[in-house]
């Protein structure tokens, strides 16, 4: 089983990415026979899209390359995604156009989104409404929204709310062994064959 977490913040350093690192080792001590990759998009690795990404334009292909390998390779996403203006990060939705079935169709995928405050709801919602169509990700129905994020999830448990921090160290655990069993599943389906795409290439 590999999984894939992406950390969608262009900021280095970033809560998002402290969240990407707390979920990793999670993953690690429950099922230490599994692998974890995590894909961050600190400092907007990646160019925005253009058409040269359906040309197999040499320079994007350097690009793509390691990022469909690494895709790929997985059976499970995790997506955490900071909340700015209300809105999923430009690098974080640009990542998705440039994602293919071939990647990640019918893989399962967990949103986990960050707040500095209470907020961290719309980012959930944008997601789940735009970000999967075309490519066949599967997100999974459960979620985790990391509220007031300095305060939880620190190495140091001086630095953390405790009531907060235990909660959302119990979900994150909970929702993982979830997102493990979808993987095993979703591997059989995309078996199967069913879920060739050559007929209906786009999502409707």
Not at 74 to 102: I, M, T, Y
Request: aromatic letters at 6%; proline letters at 6%.
């Amino acid at each position: 089983m590999k999984t894939a977490i992406i950390s969608g913040s262009h900021r280095n350093p970033s809560q998002s990415m402290k969240v990407a690192d707390y979920i990793k080792t999670v993953i690690q001590e429950r099922n230490p026979e599994d692998e974890v990759e995590i894909l961050s998009l600190a400092g907007n690795p990646l160019p925005l899209w253009d058409q040269g990404v359906w040309e197999g334009d040499p320079e994007w292909m350097d690009y793509l390359t390691p990022l469909r390998a690494l895709l790929q390779s997985c059976d499970a996403l995790v997506v955490v995604s900071p909340e700015w203006h209300g809105q999923v990060p430009a690098g974080l939705k640009n990542l998705f156009l440039l994602c293919s079935p071939r990647e990640v169709g019918h893989k399962p995928a967990l949103i986990v989104t960050v707040s500095a405050g209470d907020g961290g709801a719309y980012p959930v919602a944008e997601l789940r409404m735009s970000s999967y169509k075309n490519n066949r990700l599967c997100y999974i129905p459960e979620q985790i929204i990391v509220r007031n994020a300095e305060q939880v999830l620190n190495s140091e448990a001086a630095d953390n709310d405790p009531k907060s921090d235990q909660y959302l160290r119990d979900r994150i655990g909970w929702v993982l062994g979830i997102l493990r069993e979808y993987g095993i599943a979703l591997r059989q389906v995309r078996a199967s064959g069913m879920t060739d795409t050559d007929t209906f290439r786009n999502g409707m």
